[in-house]
């Protein structure tokens, strides 16, 4: 459908959206002190993408699908 939800985002600085080649596909700095992230990324071809969450010192990778 287009549409993301990621719990747990507190502390998150920014996020990226990579497509299945690496490319950056969606790049936002986030407010730390959101719970939740709601993303419409129903603009993207369908396929496998990545979700990059940057926090302090690291980075969080979750692969989720566009159908």
Known sequence: NG????????GAE???ILNSNGQTVYQKKLDKSLPKLHLDLS???????FAKLKKAGFNKLIKFGLF
């Not at 549409?3 to 507190?10: E, Q, R």
């Open 3 to 10: 549409f993301i939800n990621l719990n747990n985002a507190i």
């Open 43 to 49: 603009y993207l071809p369908k396929g496998s993408y």
């Open 14 to 16: 920014e996020i990226q």
